[in-house]
């Protein structure tokens, strides 16, 4: 190594490092117009791009709305509709920012953001999904009656209700449109979903389940999560192979990419043992984050920042310069 | 009678009126009591940091010889395409693209060059890190080039549950379970259409913009990272980096931070 060479007061001396500095350049210039490669470059882009458009086209497959799933899959929307009602779906279970149930939050090593900010935008599935639309019918005695009846019993009279009702549901006959559940003990639990389909059926659900309270609204969390709470988006979701386990993320409906960029992002899904961790998604966040931040702080990360160098693809990039350089001195 | 037909053109041309204007360097340069003045000091800071001839040079060193920097290129015009078409969908709104088949087929412009942006900027990306090119104090730019990126990977995010389509009804039920469990749920809503909407057209392509707009002016300060040195040039004592100094001739920047010769340019 070569000794320290006289430095100026304020300046230390240090060792060049091949992953941190650079050997100052006294080579050649050459003519290089960037104004004339932006515009080239924007028309191959714009070429590129309008001849993928015109072959390819976009998709855009009509969504689901809660008047096509209770026609569609009407055993699932009661299902649903009475799981709600009980509070045993996945948005009643979910916790934050929902609803503040115990236990539901993800958390690593005890720390838990997502129950730290707790409960944002509150639903409460029995009132929100089922009892409340229904009480929007005023026209309707039997259904207020109804109504009524359920939501003054005991909490141990409900779930009986329910229990005996989804029992029966799961035996339930759509095969000719209607939907026609085999008698059981559950009380008004029959008329409060077999209104409530009705409901569905006639539109009316969907005005009623947007969240504003004003004339326009933009908010669709209540009418999304009612409807991811059924089975029959992730069956439409599979069939367009964009589940998690088929690595959906990176998939559009159809045949289209999507969202490529996040193979890594979609990868740990797939890996043991987060694929079958109850935490699997804060896992996967607080893994990329700090793959993130590596990635952000590799010039400042020793060992990480010399695999450039150690791999040696930049002799590729740079082949012409290495060829002049073992020809003769740099002109 | 007489009539009086003014003064003599050539009275006009002596007028001060049509004196040249002074550029504003010249008028500092005229009034030092004015170089403390901010205005004047932001303008000389920026103009010495980034004169016209290395803001917009014409001659690059010989070692920009290779189709890898095509993409960052690439990646911007892209990236202008993304805009045009994001600006284009606006003007009509976000009904326009499911009832209009220009409407689609502007959508489908929109689509495909963010396909074609990802594509460029992620090999412009691989290919600046098989350079090192955060060598040679350009550790800003790289750091500005990946949050360009991840902020990108949000703007893209938010189009897709911006799309009013069974597509984003899935995303949007999807996603939430992850953002959820950071907590970020609270405030960014992936099922607030309108609120996604908001991010997407607004928020996020200005953080964009912003960040790519400084990524290429660090390119610009900084200048094209030059190769590894070979081992020889290497092995040697420095001084600290100094301040960039500019080669005039050139108008590329010089590293002065650690010279083959161990001593400062």
Known sequence: ?331 | MSIDTGPPAEAVIESPVADPIETPDEAAADRPEDAGQWSARLRHSAVGALPPERLMPDRQPAYVASWIYVFGVLTLSALAVVILTGIALSVMGPQWWHVSSTGLFVNSLHLWSVEVFFFTMIIHLWGKFFMAAWRGKRRATWITGVVSFVVSVGAAFTGYLSQQNFDAQWISTQAKDGINSTGAGAIFNVTNFGQMLMWHIVLLPLVVVALVGLHVLLVRLRGVVPPFAPPDQTDVVGPDPGPLSADPSSGHSTTPSVAANGERP
Not at chain 1, 39 to 45: D, G, Q, R, S
């Open chain 1, 1 to 331: 190594m070569t000794p320290a060479a006289p430095t100026s007061p304020g300046h230390r001396a240090r060792r060049f490092k091949p992953d941190r500095d650079v050997a100052e350049w006294h080579g050649a210039y050459r003519p290089y117009d960037l104004v004339k490669e932006f515009l080239i470059a924007l028309v191959v882009v714009v070429i590129v791009v309008t001849g993928l458009a015109v072959i390819f086209s976009s998709p855009d497959d009509t969504p689901v709305t809660v008047k096509s799933w209770s026609a569609a899959s009407p055993v699932d929307f009661a299902q649903t509709a009475a799981a709600e009602l009980d509070g045993s779906s996945g948005t009643a279970t979910y916790g934050p920012p929902y609803n503040a149930t115990t236990g539901a939050s993800q958390s690593i090593l005890g720390v838990s953001p997502q129950s730290f900010f707790g409960v944002h935008h509150p639903i409460d599935t029995a009132n929100d999904y089922v009892l409340a639309p229904l009480r929007t019918l005023p026209d309707r005695p039997a259904v207020q009656a109804a109504v009524d009846r359920y939501t003054t019993a005991p909490a141990s009279q409900q779930a009986a209700w329910t229990a005996a009702y989804e029992k029966a549901v799961a035996k339930a006959d759509a095969s000719h449109g209607a939907l026609v559940v085999p008698p059981g003990a559950y009380g008004p639990v029959g008329t409060l979903v077999s209104s409530l389909t009705a409901m569905a059926r006639s539109g009316a659900l969907d005005g009623a389940l947007l969240s504003s309270r004003q004339f326009y609204g933009t908010d669709y969390t209540k009418p999304l999560l009612f409807i991811a709470d059924g089975t029959y988006l992730a069956d439409k979701a599979q069939g367009q192979h964009l589940s998690g386990d088929q690595w959906g993320m990176m998939n559009e409906t159809g045949s289209f990419p999507g969202q490529a960029w996040l193979w890594l992002y979609t990868l740990w899904y797939q890996v043991a043992p987060i694929n079958t961790s109850a935490n699997a998604d804060f896992q996967v966040w607080a893994l990329m984050m700090g793959l993130t931040l590596i990635l952000a702080l590799l010039p400042f990360i020793p060992g990480l920042r010399s695999i450039p160098r150690w791999t040696r693809v930049y002799r590729l990039i740079w082949r012409q310069h290495y060829r002049d350089l073992a020809s003769g001195p740099a002109s």
